[in-house]
Nanobody, 123 residues
Framework: QVQLVESGGGLVQPGGSLRLSCAAS????????IGWFRQALGKEREGVLC????????YYADSVKGRFTISRDNAKNTVYLQMNSLQPEDTAVYYC????????????????WGQGTQVTVSS
């Protein structure tokens, strides 16, 4: 079992920044892929940032390129999503997910999900 816990969400003004954290625990040795997803109210869940298990390349949704980045702290077994220049369109529940492999940044590729953290961008 792998447990994922997101944190760092909240209310931020347009143009502001947030850093989301995804702390992983449990048996993670077989899980090489981490993805960040989001779901806005009334919309489908979409992939935001995912790391491919084939070549390690990072997928960025077009809407977040140049604004969002992913990083990790191996000692803490934590992955971060740095979100800059936030806009109201970024308002959503953000989820981190873990899986054995990822190629397309799609939900079915991931086996474990966090509970989600709300990000609200509003003035």
């Amino acid at each position: 079992q792998v447990q994922l816990v997101e944190s760092g969400g909240g209310l931020v003004q347009p143009g502001g920044s947030l850093r989301l954290s995804c702390a992983a625990s449990g048996c993670t040795s077989d899980y090489y892929a981490i993805g960040w997803f989001r779901q806005a109210l009334g919309k489908e869940r979409e992939g935001v940032l995912c790391i491919s298990s084939s070549d390690g390349s990072t997928y960025y949704a077009d809407s977040v390129k140049g604004r969002f980045t992913i990083s990790r702290d191996n000692a803490k077994n934590t992955v971060y999503l740095q979100m800059n220049s936030l806009q109201p369109e970024d308002t959503a529940v953000y989820y981190c997910a873990a899986g054995a492999r990822s190629y397309y940044c799609s939900g079915p590729e991931y086996d474990y999900w966090g509970q989600g953290t709300q990000v609200t961008v509003s003035s």
